[in-house]
């Protein structure tokens, strides 16, 4: 169950990675069909400004008392090393508890600092990797991915990766239709390509453009047929050239890399939510053929897909318990 956050903000925190906190656990999104979240901004006393990164301060609803009962405490970005030890206390008790943690960026050191890492897969910022093994070497840090989720300890790297970081864990909870509803609104930046990928559902990849929104919104609802980028063009009342240009400056991949994305990420709420052999999920998600699929959903995922389904499966039959 995901429904209470408490996320913890300490001097010195960074605004951005706070933010990502917040617009994934703390906007409204009801009216859309996505369940309520309760947010409770936590510092280490309640009412009492904390400093940030850009000359301004976060004042805090509530103190450490925030943490307890919270199914999921996060904590932002700080540049500070050394913390308070009520604060180190209060996220012991909250682990202790039950609560799952989340750090965002050089927040793994908070967590590090209250021992949460020692024996623990995490990451952070490829700039801190170094210091935060030297500092907690009893953590086992991967610095090539965007977050690691160890169970109930997820950590991510710099910036952006926090906003993989929580979409991921809301999809984990909540389901992947819950998380499809969030990114969209949020308007979520295409995948990044390169060794940061990871055992996720990958951002969803947005098109502000209203000539091309309606062609794409188009091809989801019919990625089970064959597309070609002149095809799509010509939907678009373009030509081809014109077309992936613009497919380029306005979602930020190609027309095929895009195309293969949302097949995917297709297979991925198949294999979630349906018993559909790999051939049918293939066949209803494009790929045509089981070794295709496998072949694009390992270099895109990282894990075959029925070891995907193998793995949300568990984690739904622990979270219906």
């Known amino acids: 169950m995901l429904s209470t956050v408490a996320a913890l903000v300490l001097p010195e925190v960074s605004p951005f990675e706070f933010g990502t906190i917040c617009e994934v656990f703390g906007v409204d999104r ?70 799952t943690m989340l750090s965002v960026c050089s927040g793994a050191f908070v967590l590090g600092a209250a021992g949460l890492l020692d024996g623990r897969s995490c990451t952070t910022h490829w700039m801190n990797v170094d210091e935060l093994r030297e500092r907690h070497p009893l953590a086992q840090v991967d610095p090539d991915v965007l977050f690691v989720d160890d169970g109930d300890l997820i950590t991510s790297a710099g910036t952006a990766a926090g906003i993989d970081a929580c979409l991921h864990l809301v999809r984990r909870e909540l389901g992947s239709a819950v998380v499809n509803l969030i990114a969209r609104r949020m308007v979520v930046p295409p995948q990044r390509d390169g060794g940061q990928r990871q055992f996720v559902e990958q951002p969803v990849p947005q098109c502000s453009s209203d000539g091309l929104a309606p062609v794409l919104d ?39 890399r895009w195309l293969t994305l949302q097949r995917v990420l297709r297979a991925q709420r198949l294999l979630e939510d349906t018993d559909l052999g790999i051939d049918d999920v293939a066949e209803r998600s494009g790929f045509g053929s089981g070794a295709l699929l496998r072949h694009h959903f390992r270099k895109v995922v990282g894990v075959a897909p029925a070891d995907y389904r193998r793995t949300f499966t568990l984690r739904a039959a622990v979270a219906g318990h």
Do not use: Q
């Open 30 to 99: 009801t009216a859309d069909g996505v369940p309520p979240f309760e947010l409770r901004v936590c510092g280490p006393a309640a009412g009492e400004p904390v400093s940030t990164t850009v000359g301004m301060s976060v004042v805090p609803e509530y103190g450490l008392d925030g943490l307890r009962d919270a199914d999921l405490v996060a904590v932002g970005a700080t540049r500070l090393r050394t913390f308070p030890e009520p604060v180190l206390d209060a996220l012991r008790e909250a682990a202790a508890s039950g609560s």
């Open 218 to 256: 188009w091809v989801i609802d019919h990625l089970e047929v064959e597309h070609t980028v002149s095809d799509l063009a010509r939907r678009a009342r373009m030509s081809d050239r014109s077309f992936a240009r613009r497919f380029v400056a306005e979602t930020g991949t190609t027309p095929h």
